[in-house]
């Protein structure tokens, strides 16, 4: 598959699917409310369509958590990027970029649970998602449909810069 760096085709090649599987962390770039840019990182899940992402916005068995504050900066300014790339040299490198859609729902966002069970295995995982158990619990589920991606591996899809 040789697509062009922005093709949302790329999602579907081997080092796409391989990153969208891992357990690295993807790394959300976004404005905040005061426009200075802002990246953290982030637990995710692969739905095949959309990059999922979650955030508690109460959840008293954690204390008194206060809704993210990047929730408002989502709302206000929806266009994010995304990365997933390994340490290893050469690197392996995924670019997502689009707007989110923030969902607000009672319980644990599903996919957070799935990220939860992949990212700290099947006996951590099951431990985290009953830690957040009770009936006031509420996340929001950020879900980015990318609509540009670009994929580098360093050996066969370089950089531009590097290339030209």
């Avoid at 431990?127 to 066969?156: C, K, N, S």
């Amino acid at each position: 598959m040789d697509f062009p760096q922005g093709d949302v085709r790329l999602l579907q090649t081997d080092v796409a699917q391989r990153l969208l599987r891992s357990t690295i962390p993807a790394r959300l770039a976004y404005n905040a409310t005061d426009g200075t840019p802002r990246v953290m990182s982030t637990w995710f899940t692969w739905t095949g369509d959309e990059l999922v992402m979650a955030t508690y916005v109460y959840c008293p068995p954690m204390g008194m958590l206060r809704p993210a504050y990047r929730l408002k900066a989502l709302r206000e300014r929806p266009d994010v990027a995304v990365t997933i790339d390994t340490e290893p040299q050469p690197p392996e490198v995924l670019i997502l970029r689009g707007r989110v859609s923030i969902t607000e729902v009672d319980g644990m966002v599903p996919e957070q649970a799935e990220s939860a069970r992949r990212f700290l295995g099947e006996e951590g995982g099951a431990a985290y998602v009953a830690g957040a158990e009770h009936p006031e619990t509420r996340m929001a589920r950020i879900a980015l449909r990318p609509t540009w991606v670009g994929v580098l591996d360093f050996q066969t899809r370089l950089p531009g810069i590097i290339t030209t």
